[in-house]
């Protein structure tokens, strides 16, 4: 007797084999995936290679280039701007990482007390990271005026300075002030994911912890941090890439100024490709970015693999 | 080793009272059960033992000693969560190790008291494991570990239990009786399953809508149930309720249920003739008597468990559930004869749900 597949078969084998085309895993996966890639290869792998290209050329802007290896990076090898860029990079990441995850953390732990208006205060903390950057940036911008400056006018107010603070005239201000305004930015995001993690930690653990004898310390020691290091792992890794990569921030407020104190890698190579022409100088500064960020992407990876405790069954 | 002392305690949640004033001693050495449905308070009790939950009102004494402003970690009790709260990132050791580290107890304490533990627990193979690798059991008694490594005053038992499968669930039921057996350590365990607490308990407190209903020994709650909460609460199957009148002739009672059939019931006192009451008769105390004996019942359903056959009836309307250790053939829809047990007939009071008590023998 002839099952129903076979019958089919021999009723239509043309249509049989279409039906079985089409039903294949791995052709719809691949049209699935389709528009995916396409996107991808559009709007991160051609901009990307492009970037690598033009940094391998003395391209202009209205004048083709040609090829020319490492010329561009010999170059900026000597170049003591592009080196102050790459330090005030690393000093502008390193710094606002490590106070934003400190900030950030403290505030993502007041946050996870009861308290009243949770949802309100939650929301309002959300502000900054909420406001375009170039808004917060000018707002800041009018903060640090040299004449206006509310901080200056409220510290003579006080008596506590006579003359106007030089927030963005003086090289180290300008740094700290610049950083100041990328904390400022950078915290909700930390505290708000921080916050998620610290949620999904049950209370009966601090419960029993309680009954062990923990104090509060101890709790945050042994529960709060080591529970939560998976997500302390992801988000740092994005905060670090987001502060390193800073553009907008650095461009509306100070441009770089003064005497390239706060040149970042990105608004120098901007200035470099963009403002002076030279695309294929300022390829090369943005490329020289990529084995920084490749570390920071390293580091989540391994930050992100499961530990061993998170492994095997689940736990309810 | 001490005995909780539990005088007139009050618990409101905000301006919510949730229990109303609860007395309950538990001597030295005792298991005692909290047994009640969801929402009745023995969960919130057993926190406050704990001291994770503020006393609103009354006292708690461990050992003695007025806890009610005694910090958790000072009162010297340890307790098993329901879903365990091991710690995720630790390994069993770790975990059942936790609070002897915490208190900065020498190494070899700290090893000594885990590996006898483990010992007791058969985890001694899984000590380097973390508890996700672990089965619903074995986590259990990883919990348990945690307590027992503390050598409390106390134990407190959290629904232990509720997680596990039902044959597990078994299993563990005698391992923490055995586990007490030997240790002997005063514990309060709470649960909404009345078999555990039958089988567990030395004594059981009945809790219902934050009051203790009844406090006893299991067999005499069983027995005699002073109300019908527990009297419905106590028992599975759970024991018939039939609402009738009183009819008293002389020292001879019987209870007249909506057709005019009359319950054959004992003697009671006090209670004058046409008071409305609730007859209740377990499933088991009926006599099975199919040649027109007893009261008659249509079958309506018959389940056979293999040891006993429960029967399904209807008997002038109402429900009525019996349990036969003998194999009868029963069909439904047919007739049955079911004869109480007068002895075991307890009749409450329709309006208080409070036992009448038969009047005292002479």
Same mark, same amino acid.
């Given at each position: 007797?002839?099952?129903?597949?076979? #019958?089919e078969?021999?009723?239509? /084998?043309?249509?049989?084999?279409?039906?079985?085309?089409?039903?294949?895993?791995? %052709?719809?996966g691949?049209?699935? @995936?389709l528009?995916?890639a396409a996107?991808l290869?559009?709007?991160?792998?051609?901009?990307?290679g492009?970037?690598?290209?033009?940094?391998?050329?003395?391209t202009?802007?209205?004048r083709?280039?040609?090829?020319?290896?490492?010329? !561009?990076?010999?170059?900026?090898?000597d170049?003591?701007? %592009?080196?102050?860029?790459?330090?005030?990079?690393?000093?502008?990441?390193?710094v606002?990482?490590?106070i934003?995850f400190?900030?950030?953390?403290?505030?993502?732990?007041? +946050?996870n007390?009861h308290? /009243?208006?949770k949802?309100?205060?939650?929301?309002?903390?959300?502000? /900054?990271?909420?406001?375009p950057t170039?808004l917060?940036?000018?707002?800041?911008?009018?903060i640090?005026?040299?004449q206006?400056?509310?901080?200056?006018?409220?510290?003579?107010?006080?008596?506590?300075?006579t003359?106007?603070?030089?927030f963005?005239?003086?090289?180290?201000?300008?740094?700290?002030?610049?950083i100041?305004?990328n904390i400022?930015?950078?915290? /909700?995001f930390?505290?708000?994911?921080?916050?998620a993690?610290?949620?999904?930690?049950?209370?009966s653990?601090?419960?029993?912890?309680?009954?062990?004898?923990?104090?509060?310390?101890?709790?945050?020691r042994?529960?709060t941090?080591?529970m939560?290091t998976?997500i302390?792992?992801?988000v @740092?890794t994005?905060?670090?890439? %987001?502060?390193?990569t800073?553009?907008?921030?650095?461009?509306?407020?100070? #441009?770089?100024?003064?005497?390239?104190?706060t040149?970042l890698?990105?608004?120098?190579s901007?200035?470099?490709?963009? +403002?002076?022409? !030279?695309?294929?100088?300022g390829?090369?500064?943005s490329?020289?970015?990529?084995?920084?960020?490749?570390?920071?992407?390293?580091?989540?990876?391994?930050?992100?693999?499961?530990?061993?405790?998170?492994q095997?069954?689940a736990?309810d | 080793?001490?005995?909780?002392?539990?005088? =007139?305690?009050?618990?409101a949640?905000?301006k919510?009272?949730?229990?109303h004033g609860?007395?309950?001693?538990? $001597?030295?050495?005792?298991?005692?059960v909290?047994?009640?449905p969801?929402?009745c308070?023995k969960?919130t009790?057993?926190?406050?033992?704990?001291g994770?939950?503020q006393?609103?009102g009354g006292?708690?004494?461990?050992?003695g000693?007025?806890?009610?402003?005694?910090?958790?970690?000072?009162r010297?009790?340890?307790?098993v969560f329901?879903?365990?709260?091991?710690?995720? &990132?630790m390994?069993?050791?770790?975990?059942?190790?936790?609070?002897?580290?915490l208190?900065?107890?020498?190494?070899?304490?700290? =090893?000594?008291r885990?590996?006898?533990?483990?010992?007791?627990?058969?985890?001694?193979?899984?000590?380097?494991?973390?508890?996700?690798?672990?089965?619903?059991?074995?986590?259990?008694?990883?919990?348990m570990?945690?307590?027992?490594?503390?050598?409390?005053?106390?134990?407190l038992f959290?629904?232990?239990?509720?997680?596990?499968? $039902?044959?597990?669930?078994v299993?563990?039921?005698?391992?923490?009786?055995?586990? &007490?057996q030997?240790?002997?350590?005063?514990?309060?365990?709470?649960?909404?399953?009345?078999i555990?607490a039958m089988?567990m308990? =030395?004594r059981?407190?009945?809790?219902?809508?934050?009051?203790v209903?009844?406090i006893?020994?299991?067999?005499?709650l069983?027995?005699?149930?002073?109300?019908?909460f527990?009297?419905?609460?106590?028992?599975?199957?759970?024991?018939?309720f039939?609402?009738?009148?009183?009819r008293?002739?002389g020292?001879a $009672?019987?209870?007249?249920?909506?057709?005019?059939?009359?319950?054959p019931?004992?003697?009671?006192?006090?209670?004058?003739?046409?008071?409305?009451?609730?007859?209740?008769?377990?499933?088991?105390?009926?006599?099975?008597?199919n040649?027109?004996?007893?009261?008659?019942?249509?079958?309506?359903?018959?389940?056979p468990?293999?040891?006993?056959?429960?029967?399904m009836?209807?008997l002038a309307?109402?429900?009525i559930?019996a349990?036969?250790?003998?194999? &009868?053939?029963?069909?439904?829809?047919?007739?049955?004869?079911?004869?109480?047990?007068? =002895?075991?007939?307890?009749?409450?009071? $329709?309006?208080?749900?409070? &036992?009448?008590?038969?009047?005292?023998?002479?």
């Amino acid at each position: 007797m002839a099952t129903i597949a076979e #019958r089919e078969e021999v009723a239509a /084998p043309a249509a049989w084999h279409w039906t079985r085309v089409r039903n294949n895993r791995n %052709f719809l996966g691949f049209w699935f @995936m389709l528009p995916a890639a396409a996107f991808l290869l559009l709007f991160l792998t051609y901009p990307l290679g492009l970037g690598i290209w033009l940094s391998f050329t003395d391209t202009r802007i209205g004048r083709d280039g040609v090829f020319i290896g490492l010329e !561009n990076f010999v170059w900026l090898a000597d170049d003591p701007v %592009f080196w102050l860029s790459v330090f005030n990079t690393f000093l502008y990441t390193i710094v606002a990482s490590v106070i934003k995850f400190a900030l950030g953390f403290y505030l993502a732990i007041l +946050l996870n007390n009861h308290m /009243p208006f949770k949802a309100f205060i939650r929301a309002i903390v959300l502000l /900054p990271f909420i406001v375009p950057t170039v808004l917060s940036a000018i707002a800041f911008w009018w903060i640090y005026d040299t004449q206006f400056s509310i901080i200056s006018w409220s510290l003579t107010k006080l008596g506590l300075i006579t003359e106007n603070i030089n927030f963005l005239g003086e090289p180290n201000n300008a740094r700290a002030s610049v950083i100041f305004a990328n904390i400022w930015r950078g915290i /909700p995001f930390v505290a708000i994911t921080l916050l998620a993690g610290l949620q999904t930690i049950p209370a009966s653990l601090y419960e029993a912890a309680t009954i062990d004898g923990a104090s509060r310390w101890q709790m945050f020691r042994h529960i709060t941090y080591p529970m939560l290091t998976p997500i302390i792992a992801v988000v @740092m890794t994005f905060s670090v890439l %987001f502060t390193f990569t800073d553009f907008q921030l650095i461009y509306a407020m100070t #441009r770089g100024g003064p005497i390239n104190a706060t040149h970042l890698m990105a608004t120098l190579s901007f200035q470099r490709a963009i +403002l002076g022409g !030279n695309l294929g100088e300022g390829a090369a500064i943005s490329t020289a970015m990529i084995p920084f960020l490749l570390g920071a992407i390293m580091f989540s990876w391994f930050g992100l693999q499961k530990r061993k405790w998170q492994q095997g069954e689940a736990d309810d | 080793m001490a005995g909780v002392e539990i005088r =007139d305690v009050r618990k409101a949640f905000g301006k919510t009272p949730v229990i109303h004033g609860v007395d309950i001693d538990i $001597a030295d050495g005792e298991f005692v059960v909290l047994v009640g449905p969801s929402g009745c308070g023995k969960s919130t009790l057993l926190r406050m033992i704990a001291g994770l939950e503020q006393i609103t009102g009354g006292e708690i004494a461990i050992g003695g000693r007025v806890v009610n402003m005694v910090p958790p970690k000072e009162r010297d009790v340890a307790m098993v969560f329901q879903n365990y709260a091991l710690y995720p &990132h630790m390994t069993v050791y770790d975990n059942m190790a936790f609070s002897l580290k915490l208190r900065r107890a020498p190494k070899s304490l700290v =090893d000594e008291r885990v590996r006898r533990a483990a010992d007791i627990l058969n985890l001694g193979e899984y000590l380097e494991r973390y508890p996700r690798q672990l089965s619903g059991g074995q986590r259990q008694r990883v919990a348990m570990g945690r307590a027992i490594v503390r050598d409390p005053q106390v134990f407190l038992f959290d629904e232990p239990l509720s997680n596990l499968d $039902a044959k597990l669930r078994v299993q563990m039921r005698t391992e923490i009786k055995e586990l &007490h057996q030997r240790l002997r350590t005063t514990t309060v365990y709470v649960t909404h399953d009345q078999i555990e607490a039958m089988t567990m308990a =030395d004594r059981i407190v009945v809790m219902h809508d934050g009051l203790v209903e009844q406090i006893g020994q299991p067999l005499d709650l069983y027995d005699e149930p002073n109300n019908l909460f527990v009297a419905g609460f106590i028992g599975s199957p759970a024991m018939n309720f039939i609402e009738g009148t009183l009819r008293r002739n002389g020292a001879a $009672a019987a209870v007249e249920i909506g057709d005019g059939t009359r319950l054959p019931a004992p003697p009671v006192n006090g209670h004058a003739d046409g008071a409305k009451v609730v007859y209740g008769i377990r499933p088991e105390h009926f006599a099975y008597g199919n040649n027109g004996g007893g009261l008659n019942a249509e079958v309506v359903v018959v389940e056979p468990t293999g040891t006993e056959i429960q029967v399904m009836s209807k008997l002038a309307g109402q429900d009525i559930c019996a349990v036969f250790r003998e194999r &009868h053939d029963l069909t439904p829809g047919q007739t049955l004869g079911l004869s109480p047990a007068l =002895d075991k007939v307890h009749l409450f009071d $329709a309006a208080t749900g409070q &036992h009448l008590r038969p009047p005292p023998s002479t």
